[in-house]
Nanobody, 114 residues
């Protein structure tokens, strides 16, 4: 199984960014996908996850600005991030949380700075 994130970069505070994660090597549509992030000085934390049918749940304080969606026809999951803050700076990872062992992408870096 392979997960490849893209879409990271530099964005100004208050801006938006959409990350993508293309997954291969399994039946995408039946699997739960998740986004995690690791910000400086903190443990890796769950941003949120989405089931095969599109039901979502989010980590603490994530739901108001972050939205996860998926396109099963493209084997891709997305993370839409709005009203970005400098404290959102970090590396964002796509993951298959129910896979054993848990599968991860290489991460994509997001920098929120003026």
């Amino acid at each position: 199984v392979e997960l490849v994130e893209s879409g990271g970069g530099l964005v100004q505070p208050g801006g938006s960014l959409r990350l993508s994660c293309e997954v291969s090597g399994l039946i995408f549509s039946i699997n739960v996908l998740a986004w995690y992030r690791q910000t400086p000085g903190r443990e890796r934390e769950l941003v949120g996850q989405i089931t095969g049918r599109g039901a979502t749940n989010y980590g603490d304080s994530m739901k108001d600005r972050f939205t996860i969606s998926r396109d099963n026809a493209k084997n891709t999951v997305y993370l839409e991030m709005n009203s970005l803050k400098p404290e959102d700076t970090g590396v964002y990872y796509c993951s298959l949380p129910n896979y054993r062992p848990q599968a991860w992408g290489q991460g994509t870096r997001v920098t929120v700075s003026s």
